[in-house]
């Protein structure tokens, strides 16, 4: 027995489906629950595929952070392709890719969701070795 893994996280969106088609369509994450929840709610899931964690939608309001603190924070095989493919995509890139301060072996861009969160991703030479 003991602790296994994080269930979720949650993630403040103002418009569920526009989130819902930015991070299913444009970052490739999976739909585990889409449905009705209360008036005018939504109860939402997603997925990064292999991992188990999942990502849950929340109204804006209901979460904050500080200005310029990522909302999440997202492994990638290589942050320079991802920024390069986001961007082309149409993503705002808010900064980098560049070389991680706290770590050499770490490239890392952040970049503005659709619903104006700051998203770190981040890929490391070590990652999967």
Request: hydrophobic fraction near 40%; aromatic fraction near 8%.
């Amino acid at each position: 027995m003991g602790l296994k893994r994080i269930n979720f996280t949650d993630l403040p969106v103002a418009d569920y489906q526009r989130a819902l088609e930015f991070y299913r369509d444009t970052l490739g994450m999976g739909v585990q629950t889409d449905a009705d929840y209360g008036p005018g709610g939504r109860w939402i899931f997603l997925t990064v595929p292999g991992a188990e964690t999942m990502l849950h939608f929340v109204p804006s309001g209901q979460l904050t952070r500080p200005e310029g603190q990522p909302a999440l924070y997202l492994v990638c095989d290589d942050a320079d392709a991802e920024a390069a493919r986001l961007k082309a995509a149409g993503v705002a890139i808010h900064s980098g890719p560049d070389d991680a301060p706290w770590d050499p072996t770490v490239r890392w861009v952040m970049i503005h969701d659709s619903e104006g969160n700051l998203v770190l991703l981040q890929s490391s030479q070590s990652e999967g070795a």
